[in-house]
């Protein structure tokens, strides 16, 4: 992949994408009626949201695939995806406390939406800690798997129960808005910066991948010495 | 079948030496009982609403505690690369395991359940059934996933604060479903509102423990 | 004026992977000199 898309390519379209969101956000989109300005965080807050909720998916498929077929480019994979999305995750839980206040006049609820997305930093902070702090180096891609696996397996279980959770207590009106009514000027905005956001992503998830790369080469040199 | 009777009474035996584990979550599970006591300015009638959460939190913690220490000992013992290394498949290690932290959890968790029952002057009795099939439903899948965390914590260096940043995110919903069906069964709900907690609880208990079960080879190879 | 909490979500997520970016970067120069450093060792001397 890297030799058809050379990375500087792709951060030239990710920096070009991102202003054009930035455009659509603020010139393009109208404004919203009842929540005034502060809504254009939702085109960000959204993009971040969807991306970081992937990218677990992602850091899952790199799990599985490193149990399955125990390459290091799987295990790579996995690892900047972890990295990557928590990054975008903690966007996520500062946009919304953000978007919250002025709207809705609160800061933070235990609403289904938010809860699960606290409980996904959790599981991103868990998989993250344990590639930190693993003794032996030669277990360390194995474990993460495992958590990785059993992460991404909890998100789904928090995705089901949720919608059961849903029909059983009733939930503060929050966060009901984003899909009711949206002009299309403002779907084609929303589009448009998740794009650029899954560049982003993307593009970072490369980078990383690169310094782990180097890093397995240097351990490698070094051995030839030790 | 054998190795996993040889692993599970292992356990038994070494802890009934010591009794460390035991005694330690007993203590700390009722000693969460009681600091809660405190925490809330609350009448009884609020007191026991938030029972079941209580007792659900101090299961959590003295189970986090007790397969903390249920895989420290093998690790400094060497115990832990002599049993991967011995011709035991490692799902046999692992039901054994599982099976050695569901005793010890059940027996802290019966402990607490009849503490509890004291202090606040509350008859579990009349839902006892119910109560116990979704306290021992949720147990299961709680004890599951710190088996397998305990195993992957124990390769790590901060593995008391590693073993509980695992197990909490991830055992949540059996947590928060076990204890809203032990609500509902303790302040007699209908019979079929009450059998719905236990199949949810049941469901994710299943989903996590066959999980834990599958992944518990990939923890312990090398 | 600009709404402050719009303001403050833009500039904050900016901040993030400003930060992050510089992070990897950091990471990556490290990395690679020493990557020449090793490799520039083992011409010379090692057998």
Redesign the interface.
Known sequence: MAKKFPIGAHLAITLAWIVISLYMIFLYAPQELTM???Q??FY??FS?AMTALFAYGFVFVGSIGY?WKRSKATDDFAFACAE?GF?FC??VL??GP??A??VWGIWWTWDARLTSTF?LW??Y??YL??RA????P??TE??S???G???F??SI??YM?IR?WRTQHPQPVIGGGPSSGLDPRMWATVFVTWGAFLC?FFY?VR??I??AR??R??SR??Q??A | MRAVWTIFVKDLRVEWRTRETAVSMVVFGILVIFLFNFSFNTGREETLRMLPGLLWIAFAFAGVLGFNRSFAAERENGCLEAVTLAPIDPGSIFVGKLLANLVFLGFAEAVMVFVAALWYNFSFVPALGAFAAITFLGTLGYAALGTIFGAVAANTRMREVMLPALQFPVAFWILVLASDACSDALRGADWKVVWGGIERVAGVSLVFTVASFLLFEYVLEE | MVNKFLFAAYALVWIIFMVYAWSLSRRQARLLKKLEDLKAKTPEGKH
């Open positions: 005034g300005e502060v254009r965080i960000i807050h971040l149990l990557v990054v903690c966007g500062v946009t953000l978007w206040k002025p409980i959790l599981l902070i868990a800690m344990l702090y693993v003794t032996n030669g277990r194995s474990l798997a495992v958590v696996t059993l992460g397996i909890t279980v928090d129960a059961w982003l970072l980078v990383r690169g310094i180097v890093r080469e240097v040199l070094r030839q010495w």
